[in-house]
């Protein structure tokens, strides 16, 4: 039996742009055994997926004793094959006739988006026949995640045939973050112009945000925020006709449902991080310090501040009569 071990990123956006790695390996090698070595946070996007046979959480190993007991354990698994997402010291030890692999050959400079990045990693650590992979396998969704989120339509009331707009204003940077002004005004429209019923999703500290927002609002709307494992969110963008998001998890998790998304970008680069669903759209200001990529603005974070209400709005419903 083939053995592979997937070293992948340690954060859920990440997590969920390496999730076409897995469906990759998968298709490429359906009987093999596969390890997946993710961090904490990364954990629930792959819980009880069958295409991992183990899950390895690299947060519990951080320490210097950690991290030899984890070589040892890879050492023992003996894998045949190794991808290594996160450019770690493992695979010289675990593969050392083969760490030119990992050591020389590097991802192209016009390939800038990171998951076309981490496919380009697959290619090169694991030569073999070119698969195409699939936007819709990246993430792997359970019966009852999908009966889960059934329950909730039904709670909140939802028309089968709701035209659903999921909204996700959080960030795991609050450099990232639009502001609840700006996103309580544009659900406000959807729900009065376009006749849309908007959810609010995001993480569970992100709460304060929401509920600031559904303060804001005159329109009825309704939160997710703790109602959702990141799959379950991911079966809901599904049913969604549009999700609105900031550069953040939710972002990813919604072009890997193919659902049509609209991304607001400030301070980080959307060549590397910005939506890949098939109908998408982008809002960033072309100022000559966005994108900064830096955790703390040096000015007065106008690559977010100068996004409109007016233009996030026309990009919505654009977006929903090209899918009508």
Not at 113 to 119: I, K, N
Not at 274 to 295: K, S
Request: proline share 6%; with cysteine.
């Amino acid at each position: 039996m083939t053995r592979v071990l997937l070293i992948g990123p340690s954060n859920i956006g990440d997590a969920i742009l390496s999730g076409a790695v897995l469906a990759a390996l998968h298709q490429r090698y359906p009987g093999a055994h596969v390890t997946l070595m993710a961090g904490t946070r990364a954990k629930a996007v792959f819980a009880e997926d069958p295409r991992v046979q183990v899950l390895v959480d690299s947060g519990a190993f951080d320490s210097p004793a950690g991290r030899l007991k984890l070589a040892w354990a890879l050492w023992r698994y003996h894998p045949n094959i190794v991808v290594d997402l996160r450019h770690t010291a493992y695979p010289m030890l675990l593969k050392p006739l083969e760490c030119w692999r990992y050591l020389l050959r590097r991802p192209p400079r016009r390939m800038t988006h990171m998951r076309d990045r981490h496919l380009w990693k697959l290619r090169a650590h694991a030569p073999g026949p070119v698969v195409a992979e699939a936007n819709g396998a990246a993430i792997w969704i359970s019966a009852k995640d999908t009966a889960h989120v059934e329950t909730l339509w039904r709670r909140w009331q939802l028309p089968e045939a709701a035209r659903l707009i999921v909204i996700c204003p959080g960030a795991r940077s609050h450099i990232k973050r639009w502001s609840a002004e700006g996103f309580a005004r544009v659900a406000d429209r959807l729900v009065r112009d376009c006749r849309a019923h908007v959810v609010f999703a995001g993480e569970p500290d992100e709460e304060e945000i929401v509920q600031e927002i559904l303060g804001a609002m005159e329109q009825r709307a309704v939160s997710a925020i703790g109602l959702t494992t990141i799959r379950q969110l991911g079966v809901l963008m599904r049913r969604a006709r549009l999700v609105i998001t900031n550069d953040s998890a939710a972002l990813h998790l919604a072009s890997a449902m193919q659902t049509p998304t609209l991304a607001l970008f400030g301070p980080t680069d959307a060549a590397k991080y910005g939506p890949t669903a098939p109908r998408h759209r982008v809002i960033r200001r072309a100022l000559v310090c966005a994108p900064c990529e830096r955790a703390l603005c040096r000015y007065h974070h106008e690559c977010m501040r100068f996004i409109s209400a007016e233009e996030v709005f026309n990009a919505a419903s654009d977006l929903l009569e090209q899918g009508a």
